[in-house]
Every structure is written in C-alpha cells, then in structure tokens.
C-alpha cells in the first residue's frame, strides 16, 4: 500500500514557477509515478510520469518545455517543477503511483494523493 501526500501548491504570477512534491510511504521505488491535473467541469487530465527508477519520463504537449517531473527514490518522493506558468495551469495536482511501466491513463493508477491547487493568475 502507498499513501500520497502533495504540497507546494499555491498563487503565482503568469509567468511564475511553482514546484510540487509528493511524499509516499510504502514501496515507492516500485512505482512509477505520475502527475494529473483538474479544473472545475472538466476531466482528470496528464500531465507528466516517471518511471520507477526515474530512467524515463514522458509529459503532455501541453507542457512539454516547461515542466519537469523527477524523484529521489531514498526520499521517498517525486516533484514537478513547473516554470513558465499561464493562466490555463490553474488546476488541482495530482500526484499518483502506478505498477506499470509509463502509464498516461488514469485508470491504470492504483494510488493517488489528495490533490494541491495551483492557481496562477494573468
């Protein structure tokens, strides 16, 4: 079992940087963990993941350039640097944990955070 606990959240500028962390407790090194995010009215949409060993990550177009997602397996915990923000990354972050391999769906993640909002204002 892997709980999740986000932080880092918060206000910023159009243009600003922010960084999200996400504590686990469990097997952490054995997951490969991803980042989601939701605005009011809308699905659950990727973000960004990273696998198990932090070898490999993969972003949406949307964020790609902007935001980078890494961990540090012996803390326990994974972030996501986010630079150059708009107004349209106004979003509550997830963080989530996953046994496969890259995953970019949702329903392929088994364990998931309680979520931080991140509001960046024009």
């Known amino acids: 079992q892997v709980q999740l606990v986000e932080s880092g959240g918060g206000l910023v500028q159009a243009g600003g940087s922010l960084r999200l962390s996400c504590a686990a407790s469990?097997?952490?090194?054995?997951?490969?963990m991803g980042w989601f995010r939701q605005t009011p009215g809308k699905e659950r949409e990727f973000v960004a993941v990273?696998?198990?060993?932090?070898?490999?990550?993969y972003y949406a177009d949307s964020v790609k350039g902007r935001f980078t997602i890494s961990r540090d397996n012996a803390k326990n915990t994974v972030y996501l640097q986010m630079n150059s923000l708009k107004a349209e990354d106004t979003a509550i972050y997830y963080c989530?944990?996953?046994?496969?391999?890259?995953?970019?769906?949702?329903?392929?993640?088994?364990?998931w955070g309680q979520g931080n909002q991140v509001t960046v204002s024009s």
């Open positions: 989530a944990a996953s046994q496969a391999a890259l995953p970019k769906l949702e329903t392929m993640y088994e364990h």
């Open positions: 469990g097997s952490f090194s054995a997951y490969a």
């Open positions: 990273i696998s198990d060993s932090g070898r490999r990550t």
